[in-house]
């Protein structure tokens, strides 16, 4: 059964100003250890951009299925949004994320990514 669904929408325009005024500064503030080992392996900024910009969607909408705010004792760092060796994005929950959505009886977390030149969008279902 369905307990939450959650979309965002991310501009790139904006994650790329902020990754070029802050770097490696705000990749450690928004990513977990793993998702920093999978950014490692994006050669250009682009695609690093990309990275950031869709994990960040990503981390928005797991946000509205847990009914809660990344400032409301959600931390980034806490959702991994990670990909399988196809390239197929899975969340895992870490900490106090993992605990609210256990308390929530959300057991299985489906995450979808798209994204265009300007924007990243994610939706995520959470069962």
Known sequence: MIQGIGIDSVDKIRVSEIFSKYGERFQEKILSHD????????LTDSSKIRYLSNNFAGKEALSKVLGLGISE????KEIEILRNSQGKPYINLLGRTKEIAKSLNIQKLMISI?????ISTAFVIGE
């Open 35 to 42: 998702e920093r080992k999978e950014i490692v392996m994006k």
């Open 73 to 76: 004792g959600i931390s980034l």
């Open 114 to 118: 798209t994204d265009t030149q300007d």
